[in-house]
C-alpha cells in the first residue's frame, strides 16, 4: 500500500504535473503528424487512424522512457533521428493524395499507422529525454503522465483534420512545424551541438535551409502534379 499512498504526495502530484504540461506542449507535433499522415485516407477510416495511431505511438513512447538510459549512449541519435524528420516532413508534404497509386503510403489505414508511429518515435527521442527528466525514474509517472496527454493528441488531431480540410494552407504550416523540429534535434545531437552554439548564424540558417527547403520542394512536387492532370482534365 506504500505505492498508493506515495501517489498522494505533494512531490509526486507536482511531478505528474511537470510531465503532463511537457505533453501537452509536445502534443501539438503528434496532432500535426497524424492528421498530415490521416488526410488522405476516407472519413470512415481516418478516426480509426487517429485512435490506433495514437495507441502506438504511446507504446513506442513508453517502450522509449524505458530504455532512456541506453538511448542516451548512442551517438549521433538526435542527427539520425532529425534527418528522418525531415524526409518525414517532405513525404507527408509531397504525397497529396492516392490518386496516383504508389504515390501516398498514407492513402491506407496502415501506411498512415505505420507513419504516424515511425514519426512518432523519431520526434519521441527528444520528448522522452524531457518527461524522463521530470519523472526522476518513475514509469509510473511517465506512464500516467502518456495517459493523460491521449484524449488530448486525439482531439487535437481530428480538430487539425478538420481545419485541413477548410484552410489547406495549414498542410503547409504542419509540414513546416515538423521541419523545424526536426533543426531542433540536428542542432542538439551532442556531438555537434557546442559548434551550433559558437556559430549562431549558421544555427539559424540551417533552420531556414531546411524549412524552406521542405516546404519548396514539397510546394514543387505539388505544382508539377496539378501541372500533369491539367492536360488529362482539358482534353
Known amino acids: 500500500m506504500e505505492w498508493f499512498t506515495d501517489l498522494f504526495t505533494m512531490q509526486f502530484l507536482t511531478a505528474l504535473l511537470s510531465i503532463v504540461v511537457i505533453d501537452l506542449v509536445l502534443a501539438g507535433d503528434n496532432a500535426i503528424v497524424i492528421a498530415l499522415a490521416a488526410r488522405n485516407l476516407p472519413p470512415h477510416l481516418q478516426k480509426k487512424a487517429i485512435i490506433w495511431g495514437t495507441v502506438g505511438a504511446v507504446v513506442v513512447r513508453s517502450a522509449m522512457t524505458i530504455g532512456v538510459v541506453w538511448l542516451l549512449k548512442i551517438p549521433g541519435l538526435m542527427l539520425v533521428g532529425g534527418l528522418a524528420l525531415v524526409w518525414i516532413a517532405y513525404k507527408l508534404l509531397s504525397d497529396d493524395s492516392g490518386e496516383e ?113 521542405v516546404l519548396g520542394a514539397g510546394y514543387l512536387v505539388q505544382k508539377r502534379r496539378e501541372q500533369q492532370q491539367e492536360p488529362a482534365g482539358s482534353h
Open 101 to 213: 497509386g504508389h504515390g501516398a503510403g498514407a492513402a491506407t489505414l496502415w501506411g498512415a499507422m505505420k507513419t504516424i508511429i515511425i514519426a512518432d518515435a523519431v520526434m519521441g527521442v527528444d520528448n522522452v529525454l524531457a518527461v524522463a527528466g521530470a519523472a526522476h525514474g518513475s514509469f509510473l509517472l511517465v506512464v500516467l503522465g502518456l495517459l493523460i496527454s491521449i484524449p488530448i493528441v486525439v482531439w487535437g488531431s481530428s480538430l487539425v483534420l478538420k481545419l485541413m480540410a477548410r484552410f489547406p494552407v495549414i498542410i503547409y504550416v504542419g509540414a513546416g512545424v515538423l521541419a523545424f523540429t526536426a533543426v531542433k534535434m540536428i542542432v542538439h545531437e551532442p556531438l555537434i551541438k557546442a559548434f551550433f552554439e559558437a556559430n549562431p548564424v549558421v544555427n539559424w540558417g540551417l533552420y531556414v535551409l531546411i524549412v524552406g527547403g
